[in-house]
């Protein structure tokens, strides 16, 4: 290996086999910054999204379906549009919609609107127009699973995954903040906010999307109103193509009978985590001994119940009726269980285990695979998770108006922005059709380009961006781009 002044790394000592560091090229005084290029732009990776944006018919579906009453909720399409924008490049609350109005933004797009005009918006929202903006979400991305390889495998296996989030408040003005529990670092504790509920449709294939989301109070608990987001997410997934076996996952908060009635009543399978009550102990005390069979992780996870690392549990099952307290609503299916033996903290004393204990996890399924199929099946409901926490790394920071229904739109319109940078991912490669909405960001949104105008003397104006050499998702953000546009009409000879 030879250095830069022609030494080579056997030639030197090892206190001077470090690389030349990073310098400037040029000298402080020497340096100058000036804001004045209308003709840049920080966001190029719009260019893609937003056609895609159009050809699923965002703003058509707006102006069809949401009807504000008031003088602040006119030309809602272009408005609705504005904020998915400023949200695909970042911005987390409403002043940050302004990121939109820089350099050549203007005559990139036309119609962005102020982020005062956009908070006007907003809070012009009522409950029933809030449920209008949801169904244009889910109709959004219907269309987007039609033009994108969004959910590849939906025709055979699809999966609906549930789960609530509190989302902290400051201040006394937030309508219908509340406290209720929340997991910081692996601990549950009361946190004073807003309830968001969601439930996502995914494929073993694929990345997660919202099919469904939900605004509550902060008081509100986990299951309130699951069920009819179950049914509407059931719905929205047989829309995009999800025709063969679609499991609902959830956690032991929607272990209810109307959670799993409406699975039941639109032939939808259920794996819900059972609580350990007296009746599903009872169930697992049936379990023989010969009927526990070994699993082995491919990595080990963290019990947080137990306080350490796992590498190796066993599985078991036997048949289990759940709510028979409620009359017509006993549910018969099979009840999984996996058991992680439990430390023994004696065991540094030299006093060994004569019977050892174990914690028992139940699932309550109805899964039509096999046992440790269903299983680790289950156990992928952790994806929902990681798409809590790609929505607060992004639009969900934090809820950013006083008025609830502000906030109910502000979250709807965040699931529509996580969906839509999801679908140019999967035009741009297969890394970034599973990549993190910041990566997506980072990598395809967050491109420089400097924007050079053809006039009419070309035929037609024509507008051409010209990105940084050397980009280095160049070839993904070129995947996405000629996906979205149209190929330049030949010119005559």
Request: glycine share 10%; net charge positive; proline share 5%.
């Amino acid at each position: 290996m030879n250095w830069e002044d022609g030494s080579s790394y056997a030639s030197i000592g090892p206190l001077q086999r470090t690389p030349r560091k990073l310098e400037f090229s040029h000298a402080a005084s020497r340096t100058q910054a000036i804001f004045d290029d209308e003709h840049a732009i920080s966001f190029a990776g719009l260019a893609p999204a937003l056609r895609l944006a159009q050809r699923c018919g965002l703003e058509r579906l707006v102006g069809e379906h949401v009807a504000l009453g008031t003088a602040d909720g006119v030309n809602a399409p272009a408005k609705v549009a504005s904020i998915v924008a400023g949200m695909a490049c970042g911005a987390d609350s409403i002043d940050d919609l302004d990121l939109l109005r820089h350099g050549g933004m203007d005559r990139m797009f036309t119609g962005i609107r102020a982020p005062s005009t956009l908070g006007s918006f907003l809070r012009a929202f009522t409950w029933g127009n809030v449920r209008q903006l949801e169904k244009v979400a889910r109709q959004v991305l219907v269309s987007l699973a039609a033009h994108t390889p969004l959910l590849p495998g939906k025709d055979v296996l699809a999966f609906l995954d549930i789960d609530s989030m509190q989302r902290r408040t400051y201040g006394y003005a937030k309508q219908g903040s509340g406290f209720g529990h929340t997991k910081i670092q692996g601990k549950n504790v009361l946190v004073k906010g807003l309830n968001a509920l969601t439930v996502t449709v995914s494929t073993p294939l694929s990345a997660p999307v919202v099919a469904a989301s939900r605004l509550r109070g902060g008081t509100t608990g986990s299951a309130r109103g699951a069920s009819w987001a179950v049914r509407e997410a059931i719905g929205t997934a047989r829309q995009a193509g999800c025709t063969g076996t679609l499991v609902l996952r959830g956690d032991s908060a929607f272990y209810g009978a109307e959670v799993i009635a409406a699975c039941r009543d639109h032939d939808t399978r259920f794996s819900v985590t059972a609580k350990l009550d007296p009746k599903v102990k009872a169930a697992i005390a049936t379990i023989g001994g010969d009927a526990w069979r070994p699993i082995a992780y491919p990595r080990a996870i963290f019990d947080e119940q137990a306080g350490g690392w796992v590498s190796d549990a066993q599985v078991a099952e036997v048949g289990y009726t759940a709510f028979t307290s409620k009359k017509g609503k006993a549910v018969t299916a099979r009840l999984i269980v996996r058991r992680v033996r439990k430390l023994n903290e004696q065991a540094e004393r030299g006093q060994d285990e004569l019977f050892p204990a174990y914690r028992y996890y139940p699932i309550f399924t109805d899964s039509p695979y096999t046992l440790l199929q269903a299983e680790e099946q289950h156990r992928d409901h952790a994806v929902q998770e990681q798409v809590n926490a790609d929505l607060i790394n992004g639009p969900l920071a934090h809820l950013p108006s006083g008025v609830f229904t502000a906030n109910a739109a502000w979250l709807t319109l965040t699931a529509i922005t996580h969906n839509l940078l999801r679908a140019p991912g999967c035009l741009a490669s297969a890394f970034h059709a599973k990549a993190r909405g910041a990566t997506l960001r980072r990598h395809l949104i967050s491109v420089p380009a400097r924007l050079a105008r053809r006039g009419p003397a070309a035929g037609r104006g024509h507008l051409t961006l010209h990105l940084p050499t050397g980009w280095r998702w160049q070839p993904a953000w070129i995947n996405a781009f000629t996906a979205t546009h149209d190929p330049p009409a030949a010119t005559a000879a």
